[in-house]
């Protein structure tokens, strides 16, 4: 297939200072939970992305110094000469399919809490952590501002000695002591590097020069900024500083990398924010430099992009998350395949990895994380081992994505499923307010789905274990593998993390779960939502009843609403829309009892109790399996190999109830193993410490 002729503009090279990029796409800088840890999965992953087509190939933070790390999370070190190889690893991936290598070097200021190095953070000023860290900050003299810089001048010389091509001086979002030394509300100083705006910018300039003069020959030197904080008067804004900052700086770096803050609004989910939405904060900085200009805001649309570049917004497209969920999205534009892009959703799923201090994870893009220790590879997949074919139950998100990856390896599927709609919970959940954008798991699995003759889609097709058995036995061809995908139900009993019996007295009240919502209930008078799951759903309820005008008490026995999210950076904006809308929020409480008409509440410390009015119940706690048919079919072997089938098992929530990204893994998994040999122990590579 050719290129689209209106997406030719995306490939024309763009030159950055001393290097030159083969085409507009540019992975700015994310983080993925590998870092210094991982470096094999680092390089593999970031390598996946070069082939995939991005010119550019950013690492994450890479701290420069051990008076800056934050352990646990794991991020990139480059303290001294012994971290260059790892390093190196990914840029000899990267330049391996012609793209340019990028490195984001960090300080972290008064925001490192040094937990490893146990070295006093440092700051413009003396402060105190902000996050709930019984730590304090020293305030940086001016010979500790001369030993900043130089360490940067190392950092950046070693950065070009382990490779890379654009090396960075990183003041964006809210963690790094560049922006520290910019901000009002952090920098206190009396001398010349504290006070007036121009003052404030100072040690930024001196690092961008620094840098220029010690790698500049050969290496781009790129600044990431935040042009708004989002503060008012209290912070930078696109509006007044951030303009000016860049007015000042214009034509000194290379390349302007520009973005907001903090980290939840520069990497805002699809429940709050739409692609583009960094636009209007961003907008002038080409008016301002002739350099290029890189900016994000979740672009998966190829139309979109060009019309950036067109309208003079900017001359790279940047992205973290759609080159997460879609490493070859540079390739399949390229390739007229533009119908064939996985979309990112905007769930961050990506960003539970590195806050959890795991390989990173995505919800469209399984193989995410994956590239190393599995060596699963996003566009390609081993053929099948046989001519079996292979009868899927359930076109959920892991049902669908198991019959995509079988298809895709040349395996007969055949896809059953009992409604007249393929998505399973994600067509229900994607209805809900906020989450429209999810049924992009569902969308791009029924699209390239169609496109594989191997599969037929069967829809309003329940089948119990009778018809399976009779199908496998009749069908000449062979149906010799089923893998069941039925998904689960949310309970009605209130049993889970705090309740490991059920709560007394449902019986006395009109109760209902998120299926019946989702289902279209009607619920009648004031309603409690007891949130026992503490993700999303709890609070997407509570939005949509009060949306549509019901009195809403939220009660959740977590210190704070949906507190899992804090994890997906969306936990704030969450509660705040809750307070806004008008939903009474009722945290460190238990459901202790349900009496007719009212509800009775427990302080998770006291058990101190309090009584509420409720005429409808709504549990969020845990799911059920729906694993009824699995049951029916293993409990008869004899009659499972007379019926020809060889292989048995259980995929996504009906195995394991989790999250959609959790179920896409389980169906790509059951799709990449099937006919393989058992794995006896660890079935992956592991990242090993060499003594």
Request: net charge negative; aromatic share 8%.
């Amino acid at each position: 297939m050719k290129r689209d002729p209106r997406y030719d503009i995306l490939f024309e090279p763009v030159k950055i200072g001393p290097v030159t990029a083969k085409n507009r796409f540019f992975q700015v800088p994310h983080c993925n939970g590998m870092g210094y840890l991982r470096p094999n999965s680092l390089a593999e992953m970031r390598g996946i992305k070069a082939e995939g087509g991005w010119s550019v190939v950013c690492t994450e933070e890479v701290y420069i110094h051990s008076s800056s790390e934050c352990d646990p999370m794991v991020e990139g070190r480059l303290w001294d000469d012994g971290d260059i190889p790892a390093l190196a690893k990914m840029t000899e991936a990267v330049h391996k399919h012609g793209s340019l290598a990028g490195i984001e070097l960090q300080h972290g200021g008064f925001c490192s809490t040094n937990h490893y190095s146990r070295i006093p953070p440092i700051s413009p000023s003396a402060i105190s952590n902000d996050d709930y860290v019984p730590l304090q900050a020293r305030a940086m003299n001016k010979s500790d501002i001369r030993e900043y810089r130089k360490w940067h001048r190392k950092a950046a010389l070693r950065a070009k000695q382990a490779g890379f091509d654009l090396i960075y001086v990183y003041a964006a979002h809210a963690g790094t002591l560049l922006t520290h030394f910019l901000s009002r509300r952090f920098n206190k100083r009396t001398d010349e590097y504290g006070g007036s705006l121009e003052n404030r910018v100072r040690l930024f300039r001196e690092v961008i020069e620094d840098t220029k003069d010690a790698v500049g020959d050969t290496c781009a030197v790129a600044v990431r900024f935040a042009v708004d904080e989002f503060l008012g008067p209290q912070g930078i804004t696109a509006e007044n500083e951030g303009r000016e900052i860049v007015e000042m700086l214009a034509e000194l770096p290379d390349l302007w990398d520009v973005n907001i803050s903090d980290w939840s609004r520069d990497s805002a989910t699809s429940r709050f924010e739409s692609e583009g939405y960094q636009e209007s904060y961003i907008s002038f900085v080409k008016s301002v430099t002739s350099k290029p200009v890189v900016g994000v805001g979740r672009y998966t649309s190829p139309d979109t992009m060009v019309s950036l570049i067109e309208r003079g917004i900017m001359d790279m497209i940047g992205a973290a998350r759609p080159s997460i969920a879609d490493p070859f999205l540079p390739k399949k534009i390229e390739q007229g395949r533009a119908d064939e892009i996985r979309e990112c959703i905007g769930c961050n799923i990506c960003v539970t990895g590195d806050e959890l201090s795991v390989p990173i994870r995505c919800t469209q893009n399984p193989t995410m994380g994956e590239e190393w220790r599995r060596g699963w590879h996003p566009e390609r997949i081993a053929a099948r081992k046989s001519d079996d074919g292979v009868l899927v139950v359930g076109g959920g998100p892991s049902g669908l994505e198991c019959a995509l990856a079988l298809g895709q390896r040349g395996y007969r599927v055949i896809l059953a499923e009992t409604l007249a709609e393929l998505g399973g919970r994600v067509s229900r959940e994607s209805r809900l307010p906020g989450l429209s954008e999810w049924g992009r798991v569902r969308d791009y699995r029924v699209h390239m789905l169609e496109k594989l003759e191997e599969v037929s889609i069967y829809r309003g097709n329940p089948l119990n274990a009778e018809e399976i058995f009779e199908f496998s036995a009749a069908d000449q061809f062979g149906y010799s593998h089923v893998i069941l995908a039925t998904g689960a139900n949310w309970r009605r009993d209130g049993m889970g993390r705090m309740h490991r019996e059920p709560i007394p007295g449902l019986e006395k009240i009109p109760l209902f779960t998120p299926d019946d919502i989702m289902d279209g209930a009607v619920l009648k008078g004031k309603v409690v939502i007891y949130d026992d799951d503490h993700y999303y759903m709890g609070g997407v309820l509570a939005e949509k009843l009060r949306q549509e005008g019901h009195e809403v008490l939220l009660v959740t026995p977590a210190a704070d609403i949906s507190t899992w999210t804090h994890h997906t950076l969306e936990q704030k904006n969450i509660q705040k829309n809750l307070l806004e809308l008008g939903v009474e929020l009722a945290p460190q409480t238990d459901l202790a009892a349900v009496h007719s008409g009212m509800v009775e509440l427990a302080c998770v410390f006291t058990d101190k109790r309090t009584e509420r009015a409720c005429d409808s119940l709504i549990l969020v706690t845990e799911r059920i399996p729906n694993d009824e048919l699995f049951t029916a079919l293993e409990e008869d072997p004899t009659r499972l190999t007379d019926a020809g089938i060889k292989t048995l098992s259980c995929i996504g929530d009906c195995l394991a109830p989790g999250t959609i990204a959790a179920a896409v893994y389980s169906g790509h998994l059951a799709a990449r193993e099937l006919e393989s040999e058992p794995q006896e122990e660890v079935p992956f590579l592991r990242e090993r410490i060499q003594l």
